[in-house]
Structure formats: structure tokens, C-alpha cells
């Protein structure tokens, strides 16, 4: 029996009283909002926070998957002017999102090529409950400059992560590819000083959030100004530098990782479908997992995080959800969290026919489901929350910031049918865990959140409603053995970047390796395509990228009316052909029969690989035992 139990249940319970007497207070003398350096404006209560219209049937703005492929066509071989992206509604049609057969779709008609239908959710109670937890809008975006870009435009908020292609070329031919890498003729590189000034630009707009940057392609890796690019990006402020990899580099040259580490990259956004090589081969690398595996030890070593980045495609590799899952927890020491990414069928797949794409579609209400069968635990009515709802945490933030801050909290205010999330709470010691949900009350917790944000006390008062609203939401007799009170506000206060002071977390400088218990956080990401297009979730991206021609929507730039193939073919460097005379040919591994090669392992490895998804059974606490715990409703 964990001898702190009678002290954690008197300190929950007298949290529980306390917290309503608080709240009448704050009922009673609401506090102003300040305006702080970094925001055009004071700091948003929830009731003046904007939202897009949810629910069904409703009507939004969308694409003639047809249309657009023609109009782009057009202004591609210079037939139409580039301008009719910015002052006219280039292939736009209006969509109606409706309930039919059980499934939540996305139906639109062309008046000169038909009718287009799609499925955006197999569970209407689901996307339900995402879209009745999103919190509002943020401020809006400055549109003038950067995000110029017509109906494409980003509107509201600053973003969370800033994404910049460092090259179109790539060392594999992948089936998906959001932009058909290696197959276009030409070749599009950034300069070191193009992609400095892509970084100084995103940081001189308010709201000057925090933010993180993502160096992409094709394979940023192996841009010769990969590292520089990390160093200055660190430079100048950034919060933290990811990379999305295939791995292959960090994979063949563990000294390269370290140099990485040491230029500023703290995450590799590491492409990984699957726990077998099997699993892998559409990738179309024999030996891929095997890949997978010595880039994480590799990327381990040098001291760099890894998220495990999933493309799910139903029939292909939907099936090894569990098993990644499963992977990840397993070896949660060396893996900080997975994304998977319902497939979208962009680039390389935007010619898909309708029989195939319906066949492949997969959609977040999917991935919920496919989380609870394949690995015996989880519900998705209970676990999963929109990536939105955790922008209430920001709020509190700001709020003990102050209004000398010279950065807002990174912000994530995406749409609630973009992206999803839930985490579990493992130990790397001896693989206890138990989803968050399971044992914190995260719906009201977060709607505490946002009254405490609203109530805009001092930092004592709100530091102490924060802690006060933990441990009222917090069942100890429901937690995985082992994990503790202190364990708790220890993940919080580090997770949330020191809402409770920071002094819970300055004990290991907030290394999460250091800790016994880690977050383990699990998040459905799903990009749109012609067919699901909706205008209402493009303005409220939370993944910019920088291009030459500004910041410009994640699915703006990689499907819509296609700004990726217009800024590449603009600011092409030179064909392939004449890349390749001047700079000679990269590695491309694209055949299945052929594998990476790899060096010889000075050690074993040390990652355990599942065989099958199933976790080891979790159980909570006897009810009659857990009885007395029960929260509030």
C-alpha cells in the first residue's frame, strides 16, 4: 500500500471543498486582462473568444477537386494569372456537412462536374464531443504581410509550429508523399539566407507566440544547410527545432545526430508505419524498420527526442496502430510521443479514383476506435480531446507571464476536426500506466482552466487555483501503482511549462527522461485533401509554412488550389537534370528488394519490439476501494 494514500486523499478532498469557495469570489469581482507586450490586444475572456459554426447539417465553403486541378494546370503554363488565387475564389463551391447512414460526410456539387462525397467521421458522437470542448479563437492573425493569400489565408492565431522545406529532393520515393519528391523535374532548394529570412519574418508579427519550427522536405537532412539551419533558428529564439525524417541519415551516421543535438534540433519527427518490415513496405525499403530502430538508438544517444509519425492507410497499415502504441509505451525512455496521420490524398495520390480513395479513407474517428480494439483499453468518448482544448492551459500561462512577457505561450487553436489527443502516464521503470483520463478528471480540469484564465487573478491566487484544481480532479485510488500525488504535479507543472512556479521542474532542468513517470501523448493529425476541403479549418492552421510567397495554410500549401507546385516551380533552383550535372546524383532508396545499407551494430539493440498490439491488461483500483475517490460531477 503507497504509504502517502491517507495524505493524498486528505488533500484532495480538501480541494474539493476549497475550490468552490474560491469560485464564489471570483463570481463576485472578476479581474481586468492586461495587455501584454507580445499581443495586439489585452488577453481574450472565453466569452469574447470567436468560434466557426459546429455541428449538423451545416454549410461551409469548399473545392471542386476538379476545378482546382484544372485552374492550377492553367496558371502553371502561364495561362492564368497567379492573382486569381488572392482576389477571385478559384475553384470554390459551397459543401454541406451532414449525418447519413451513421457517418458524419462531407457532400459538395460542382455545376460542371458533379457531386463529390466523402466520410469525415464513422462516429457522429464523437466528433461531437470534439467540437463541444473547443474553447474559441484566439486573436486574429495579422493578414496584411505574411498571410496574403485570399480565401487561403491563415485568420486567427499565431500558429504552434512553423514548418520550412529546406529542399524538394529526397533519398525515397514514398507512396504517400504530400509533394511527389523527386518526380516533379525540378529541383527547389532554400539558401541559408532565404531560410533566415523565412525565420526573422515569422517572429516580427503579433501575437508573437512561441513557436516551434519544423525543418521539412523531401528529406531536410540531407540539405547541405541542414545544421546551419537548426543553429540559427536556435539563435534567434526559437523554442524548439524539430526535423521530419525519414531517419535514413541518422540511421548511417550516429556522429551525425550529434551534430545535430549540438547545432539546437531537440526533436526528430521520425516517419514510422509500422512494427515489422512488412508492415513498412509501401515505403517501398526492405529493410525500413530495421532503419527505424538504429535511428532512435542513434537519435537517443546524442540526447534528441523522438515522435514516432504515423501515415495511416485503411487496408495498408491500420492494423498496426496497437503495436505502435505498444512500441512506443514499451520503450517510452527513448520515444516521447506518436502522431499518426490519416492519410490524405495529396501529391503523389491526388489522382486516386473514387473506388480506391474510399476504400483507403481513414479518418480520426477511426483512429479512436482502432486505439481501443488493438490495444484493450481506452474509450474514445472519455480519453480523446481536441488538440484545442489543451489552448486553456496557454491561457493560464499568459495569465502568470504577465504583461512584460516578450513571448505568449506556444498556442495550439486548430480546428477540433483537425487534430486529436490523448496521453497515457507510464513508468520507464517497471511499465506501469494507465490512460491520463483514467485517473484525472481532464474534462474539468480544463474547464477550470478556462475559469481560472476568465477570474485573471494575481500570479499567488492563480498559481494556487491551478494546484488547487489539480488535486480536485486527481483519484488517487483510480492510478497506476506506483504513480503518486507528487509524480502528478511534478508532470504538470513541467508539461505546462511551470504553471506552478517552475520549481517542481528546475530539479532536472526539464529533462523528461529524468523522470521516473512520463507523459506519454498520443495525437491523430488529419490533413485535408480536395475532397474534404473546408475553408473554415484552413483559416485556423496551426502549421504555417514559409514559403517565399509567405506563410501560407499546412493544407493550403500541400492540397487547395495547390500553392506548393506554384511557389516550387516559381523559386525552382534548376531542373534535375541540371541539378544533377552540376551536383551529382543522392541516393534514392525506392526499391523493395534492395535494402538501406546500414553500419554493423556495436551493441545490441536495445529497443523491445511488440509482436501484436495488446498491452499488458491495465486494471483500475477495485470499485468499493476506488468508491470514496469518485469525483464530483
Not at 490523448?422 to 513508468?427: A, I, L, P, Q, Y
Not at 532542468?509 to 501523448?521: A, I, P, S, V, Y
Request: hydrophobic residues 40%; proline residues 6%.
Amino acid at each position: 500500500m503507497n504509504v502517502w494514500k491517507p495524505v493524498e486523499l486528505a488533500l484532495t478532498g480538501a480541494a474539493r471543498l476549497v475550490w468552490p469557495v474560491m469560485q464564489v469570489a471570483n463570481r463576485q469581482f472578476e479581474g481586468r486582462s492586461f495587455h501584454p507586450k507580445w499581443a495586439p490586444a489585452p488577453l481574450l475572456k472565453s466569452r469574447q473568444r470567436s468560434k466557426p459554426v459546429f455541428g449538423w447539417p451545416r454549410t461551409t465553403d469548399s473545392l471542386c477537386p476538379t476545378c482546382v486541378r484544372e485552374t492550377r494546370a492553367r496558371i502553371l503554363s502561364g495561362e492564368q494569372s497567379i492573382d486569381s488565387l488572392i482576389n477571385e475564389k478559384t475553384g470554390e463551391i459551397p459543401a454541406h456537412i451532414l449525418e447519413r447512414d451513421g457517418k458524419v460526410i462531407i457532400e459538395k456539387t460542382c455545376p460542371v462536374h458533379g457531386t463529390f462525397t466523402d466520410t469525415l467521421s464513422t462516429n457522429p458522437a464523437f466528433l461531437e464531443r470534439l467540437e463541444s470542448l473547443f474553447p474559441g479563437r484566439d486573436f486574429d492573425a495579422v493578414t496584411d504581410r505574411l498571410h496574403n493569400h485570399g480565401t487561403s489565408s491563415i485568420k486567427h492565431g499565431r500558429g504552434a509550429v512553423l514548418t520550412i522545406d529546406l529542399t524538394n529532393r529526397c533519398n525515397m520515393m514514398c507512396d504517400p508523399c504530400f509533394m511527389d519528391a523527386n518526380q516533379v523535374g525540378y529541383v527547389h532548394e532554400l539558401t541559408l539566407d532565404e531560410v533566415k529570412q523565412l525565420l526573422d519574418d515569422a517572429l516580427s508579427v503579433k501575437p508573437r507566440r512561441q513557436m516551434t519550427v519544423q525543418f521539412s522536405g523531401g528529406e531536410p537532412t540531407i540539405s547541405p544547410i541542414f545544421l546551419d539551419a537548426v543553429r540559427y533558428a536556435r539563435q534567434i529564439g526559437y523554442f524548439s527545432v524539430q526535423a521530419a525524417t525519414n531517419g535514413i541519415r541518422f540511421a548511417q551516421d550516429a556522429d551525425f545526430a550529434h551534430q545535430a543535438r549540438a547545432a539546437g534540433m531537440r526533436i526528430a519527427y521520425l516517419q514510422f508505419d509500422g512494427v515489422t518490415n512488412a508492415s513498412n513496405l509501401h515505403r517501398k525499403v526492405g529493410n525500413l524498420l530495421d532503419v527505424k530502430l538504429r535511428a532512435i538508438e542513434n537519435l537517443y544517444a546524442a540526447g534528441i527526442d523522438v515522435c514516432l509519425v504515423v501515415t495511416i492507410v485503411n487496408t495498408v497499415n491500420n492494423d498496426q496502430v496497437g503495436a505502435i502504441i505498444k512500441f512506443a509505451l514499451e520503450n517510452c525512455d527513448k520515444i516521447s510521443f506518436v502522431s499518426f496521420q490519416p492519410v490524405s490524398f495529396t501529391g503523389r495520390d491526388e489522382n486516386i479514383g473514387d473506388a480506391e480513395r474510399h476504400a483507403k479513407r481513414y479518418t480520426l474517428s477511426q483512429l479512436a476506435q482502432d486505439v481501443k480494439q488493438q490495444t484493450g483499453v481506452t474509450e474514445p468518448l472519455r480519453d480523446w480531446f481536441p488538440l484545442s482544448a489543451s489552448s486553456v492551459m496557454s491561457d493560464v500561462t499568459d495569465l502568470l507571464q504577465g504583461p512584460g512577457a516578450e513571448w505568449g505561450t506556444l498556442k495550439c487553436g486548430c480546428h477540433p476536426d483537425c487534430g486529436i489527443g490523448m496521453g497515457f502516464m507510464v513508468s520507464k521503470k517497471s511499465k506501469q500506466w494507465a490512460p491520463l483520463s483514467a485517473f484525472v478528471n481532464v474534462d474539468r480540469l480544463l474547464e477550470d482552466a478556462r475559469v481560472i484564465a476568465d477570474a485573471g487573478r494575481g500570479p499567488f491566487l492563480t498559481k494556487l487555483q491551478t494546484a488547487l484544481s489539480l488535486l480536485r480532479n486527481y483519484s488517487p485510488g483510480s492510478a497506476p501503482l506506483g504513480f503518486r500525488l507528487a509524480d502528478l504535479l511534478h508532470k504538470f507543472d513541467k508539461q505546462s511549462g511551470g504553471q506552478l512556479g517552475g520549481r517542481l521542474a528546475a530539479r532536472d532542468d526539464g529533462n523528461r527522461k529524468q523522470d521516473e513517470w512520463l507523459l506519454m501523448f498520443i495525437a491523430g493529425m488529419w490533413f485535408q485533401d480536395l475532397w474534404t476541403y473546408d475553408f473554415r479549418r484552413t483559416e485556423m492552421c496551426i502549421i504555417p509554412y514559409a514559403t517565399q510567397m509567405g506563410e501560407i495554410s499546412f493544407c493550403a500549401y500541400n492540397t487547395g488550389v495547390g500553392w506548393r507546385q506554384i511557389v516550387e516551380k516559381m523559386y525552382q533552383n534548376a531542373t534535375v537534370a541540371e541539378w544533377y550535372r552540376k551536383n551529382g546524383k543522392h541516393p534514392v532508396f525506392a526499391n523493395p528488394l534492395k535494402s538501406v545499407p546500414l553500419p554493423a551494430r556495436p551493441q545490441p539493440l536495445s529497443l523491445h519490439v511488440p509482436r501484436d498490439g495488446q498491452l499488458v491488461p491495465w486494471v483500475p483500483k477495485p470499485k468499493d476501494e476506488a468508491a470514496d475517490l469518485a469525483l464530483a460531477p
